[in-house]
């Protein structure tokens, strides 16, 4: 199982978001939170294998609070600015996701984190 946790300060992206993880049956939802704050609680108390995290967010930013991790789990970002793309891809992000995000989209990028999940565990 795959544990990840879900980053947006949007209410209604968490919701599809946590819908779309109950979906794909090798992702478990270890979390989700409205900051980067509340974000960094839940990475420090429990083991987190990928973060969906949005980029557009008040105080801490989603590129900024990935930059902030010294051990930073894998990134799938979702947001609705594609002008952070190459940032995101500076920062090693699995996939990028623009929103709205559609299953399809997601299953993409669940399945890229799969692989790169089993890559990292077999290694």
Not at 92 to 111: E, Q, T
């Amino acid at each position: 199982m795959i544990k990840c946790i879900i980053i947006d300060d949007e209410p209604l992206a968490v919701v599809q978001l946590e819908k779309y993880v109950e979906r794909v049956p090798f992702l478990e939802n270890a979390g989700s939170c409205s900051s980067a704050a509340e974000a960094i609680d839940i990475l420090s108390a429990k083991s987190v294998d990928v973060m969906f995290v949005d980029i557009n967010m008040p105080d801490i930013n989603g590129v900024q609070l990935v930059r902030s991790l010294s051990h930073a789990p894998m990134v799938v970002f979702t947001t609705a600015y594609s002008e952070y793309a190459v940032d995101g891809f500076k920062l090693d992000a699995v996939d990028y996701l623009l929103k709205p995000i559609s299953f399809d989209d997601f299953l993409k990028a669940a399945n890229k984190v799969n692989r790169y999940f089993s890559m990292i565990t077999n290694a």
